[in-house]
């Protein structure tokens, strides 16, 4: 079965990205099994795990740098994407084919699927206006 995230990385390898630098967390379980699939297929890009989203973005900026070769980063929803701070300035200035992604928490249409916001974390952590990231934290 050729799920939403299997299919986004097979976008990704047709892009032509070879690495994803990665900071997964509790809004990645699609991407995570997509992932597990795609290894076993040996398919997909080579998947680096990084302690933290600014560490993630920076390999993945200086990596596109030495190859010229378009990278992709995924993060957590809302902080993960502030977490990038100074690197996506580094990125721009560079000029370098990065890819950055957010997360969403998983969800179905009706909610009956295990795992698809059935844990409070899911509902406290979605950003529907990235632009207006800040008015989730100012009251």
Known sequence: M???SYAFFEALVEAGVTHCFVNLGSDHPSILEALITLKRENKGPEVITCPNEMVALS???GYA??????????V????GTQGLGA?????????????????LSPYTIEGEMRGSRTEYIHWIQDVPNQAEIDRQYCR
């Open 65 to 74: 740098r030495l190859t010229g070769k378009p990278q992709c980063v995924i």
């Open 87 to 103: 690197a996506v300035h580094n990125a721009s200035c560079g000029r370098a084919p990065v890819l950055i992604f957010a997360g």
């Open 59 to 61: 390999m993945a900026d």
């Open 76 to 79: 957590h929803v809302d902080v």
């Open 2 to 4: 050729v799920t939403a």
